[in-house]
């Protein structure tokens, strides 16, 4: 049998049940590994099951559109829940003796539910509906769908009781709590809500959407990614599972750039409310502010040795700062438009800045003359970086191109790399200077060999464009952010020791080992693992999945040491 979609155990523990893509379910006993039951009666794939809470009945969703429950024991089918063309999906939300579940898509706004061969619909609103679930002692049936509304329904009657009005966008998912005294929800505004079922009133604050992840910054040591969102808020991660440190409440406008020091134990922070400011990451505490800029902060860079910061605003001025005193050393100006970026040297001796004017400027660091002004691109530039010898700096632009100068003498350009379908938002060196990373409002991040021009990797995944790029200091991984709100890290390690086992241009939950293509593991769809090269998706809503085939025994080559029975 192949499993498809979905692995569930009882909650005793001694039975699982199995959805296939041969459009059955199994019922397994777990000690003797026998099958105790197969559930016949989908018309498609089953992608997903689960047990009620005592243990005697199970739900499978399917291709076919229907939700199906069934008796553990006998494997009789006991109802059906369906609507025409449904896709049922996401089972698993379960309340006490009667199954809650979840839908993926069900038509003309309608949820049907069926019992024996009697079918009730529940008739409200136009929009389709996405989530769905039985209260705890199978009274109430609540809804939520592609319109911001939260419905609540009489589960006997079909009756709609109250609309909830509230989000401010889709409403992805709905569940009861225990006692069936409050609904929770979940929308794409990227609040959680929590109302009241016997007065319909929202209980709880709704938690505000973090916005678009504007700049991330890896820490030197490649433990933590920190990233800064529109929103505000500053937050650290843990670099390998994703899993949030910190955040910070870092600005009251939307928040434009981050930087680390070289030690990782502060992170500077720019913001539109034009101030910058300098953050203790052992104690979450702001440590200083820097103020002198008349416009928005755009851009921060910290000295490798964590002496100096580097700020570059709207008000076409660089400023060069003490991170210890806090005190302005100098102004830098010359830009006759916005400064969108700044960078510093590895030895700190020169600041690089990238303006909306079109042009990026060589500065010396020390005494805040001008050393060179590279022009060559037709819009503005949007970013910059210094290579760590400081001897070239590459410019990312509107104009969709992204150019690498002599930064040491010259001023020329030496590469001029053409790739990018869109403008681009972010350039990076890596440590040693041998690549270049790129991220573009075409969604993807490029790599690139610095001293060819030749282009090495194409990095897809984001679902809209790509803001900030950074390399971690061993040049292994990059982090990217992007305004679809995530954080994607990417692993440059080549190649990758497995892939997903794709049906239909769906994955099936199997990775398989490279090339052979056996099957080493399988991780339920629903778990979000990340598409290699990509080994991790950072969002504060949508957990992802990680696979560490390192940490096995045998170490990254454990796949080879096997094959499939002749």
């Known amino acids: 049998m192949r499993i498809f979609g979905h ?60 939700v199906r429950v069934w008796d553990a024991a006998t494997g009789l089918q006991q109802s059906v829940m369906t609507n025409d063309n449904v896709f049922a999906s996401g089972m698993g939300l379960l309340f006490g003796s009667l199954i809650g579940w979840r ?3 069900v038509e003309n706004g309608k949820v049907r539910r069926r019992q024996g061969r009697e079918a009730s619909v529940l008739k409200g609103g136009t929009d389709l509906v996405i989530s769905v679930a039985f209260s705890r002692d199978g009274k109430w049936i609540v809804s939520g769908a592609l319109d911001p509304k939260v419905r609540l329904w009489d589960a006997s009657t079909g009756l709609l009781l109250s609309e909830l009005e509230g989000h401010r966008h889709k409403v992805a998912s709905v569940a009861f709590t225990g006692d069936g005294t409050r609904i929770v929800s979940w929308s794409y505004d990227g609040t959680v809500r929590v109302w009241d079922v016997g007065t319909k009133l929202e209980r709880s604050v709704p938690k505000p959407a973090r916005g678009i992840v504007k700049t991330v910054a890896f820490s030197s040591d490649g433990t933590r990614i920190v990233s800064g969102r529109l929103g505000g808020k500053l937050e650290v991660w843990d670099a390998t599972t994703g ?5 910070l409440e870092a600005h009251c406008e939307e928040l434009m750039s981050v930087a680390l020091s070289g030690d990782g134990t502060r992170v500077a922070s720019g913001s539109k409310d034009g101030t910058v400011k300098i953050w203790d990451l052992l104690t979450g505490m702001a440590v200083g502010v820097l103020e002198g800029h008349r416009d928005h902060v755009r851009s921060v860079a910290f000295s490798r040795n964590g002496t100096r910061i580097v700020s570059g605003s709207s008000d076409t001025t660089v400023m060069v700062w003490d991170a210890s005193t806090r005190l302005l050393l100098r102004v830098l100006e010359g830009h006759s438009k916005g400064v969108a970026s700044v960078a510093l040297s590895g030895d700190g001796t020169r600041v690089a800045s990238g303006s909306d004017d079109g042009t990026v400027r060589v500065w010396d660091a020390a005494t805040g003359l001008p050393l060179l002004v590279l022009e060559g691109h037709s819009n503005g530039v949007a970013s910059v970086a210094l290579s760590g010898d400081g001897t070239r700096v590459a410019s990312g632009s509107d104009d969709g191109t992204v150019r690498v100068w002599d ?28 690549r270049l990373a790129s991220g573009s409002n075409g969604h993807t991040v490029k790599v690139w060999d610095a001293a060819t021009g030749f282009l090495l990797n194409v990095l897809e995944g984001h679902r809209n464009w790509v803001g900030s790029v950074a390399f971690s200091d061993d040049g292994r991984r990059i982090a990217s952010g992007s305004g679809d709100t995530t954080v994607r890290v990417w692993d440059l390690k080549p190649p990758s020791p497995f892939m997903h086992e794709k049906e239909a241009g769906s994955k099936t939950g199997w990775i398989l080992s490279i090339p052979e293509r056996n099957r080493l593991m399988f991780v339920s769809p629903h778990l979000k693992l990340p598409e290699p090269p990509c080994i991790l998706l950072i969002s504060p809503w949508t957990q992802s999945s990680t696979v560490q085939l390192g940490h096995a025994t045998l170490g990254d080559e454990w796949h080879h040491c096997y094959s499939l029975p002749s």
Do not use: Y
């Open 103 to 105: 839908s993926r898509v």
């Open 7 to 66: 692995l569930a155990f009882s909650r005793d523990g001694t039975q699982i049940v199995s959805g296939s893509a041969d459009n059955k379910a199994k019922v397994w006993n777990v000690s003797t590994a026998m099958v105790k039951s197969v559930l016949k009666g989908h018309t498609r794939p089953v992608t997903s099951v689960a047990f009620s809470r005592d243990g005697t009945r199970i739900v499978s969703g399917a291709e076919d559109g229907t």
């Open 407 to 434: 930064a040491a003498s010259t001023g020329l350009p030496l590469l001029v790399l053409e790739g990018h379908s869109k403008g681009v938002n972010s350039v990076a060196f890596s440590d040693d200077g041998t």
């Open 243 to 247: 899993l949030e440190q910190m955040v």
